[in-house]
Nanobody
Framework: QVQLVESGGGLVQAGGSLRLSCAAS????????MAWFRQAPGKEREFVGG????????SYVDSVKGRFTISRDHAKNSIYLQMNSLTPEDTAVYYC?????????????????WGQGTQVTVSS
């Protein structure tokens, strides 16, 4: 069984940076994409960005392009989300997810494994 564990969330001032990590454990033969989603209070879960597991190709939602970067480390079975120039609008619980599809789907319906989430709070 696959488990995804996020870490690295916290409180940061606007303009600051955070780096989230997602460590995967367990065996999966269907992993093609890993992605980050976020959910702010009262809002739907939103695709932030994804990376193809083998090719390393990335895609992002427009609101984070140029500020957020996703990377992966096969040896550590992990992905990362480097977040720069954070704004209060980035405040949310951030989730790591795994999909068997490529390119990275933007709908959460296409992801079959999820982490428990990590809180990111950006103060103004």
């Amino acid at each position: 069984q696959v488990q995804l564990v996020e870490s690295g969330g916290g409180l940061v001032q606007a303009g600051g940076s955070l780096r989230l990590s997602c460590a995967a454990s367990g065996r999966t033969f269907s992993r093609q994409t890993m992605a980050w989603f976020r959910q702010a209070p009262g809002k739907e879960r939103e695709f932030v960005g994804g990376i193809t597991w083998f090719g390393g190709r990335t895609s992002y939602v427009d609101s984070v392009k140029g500020r957020f970067t996703i990377s992966r480390d096969h040896a550590k079975n992990s992905i990362y989300l480097q977040m720069n120039s954070l704004t209060p609008e980035d405040t949310a619980v951030y989730y790591c997810a795994e999909s068997a599809q490529v390119p990275p789907p933007t709908s959460s319906d296409h992801y079959n494994h999820w982490g428990q989430g990590t809180q990111v709070t950006v103060s103004s």
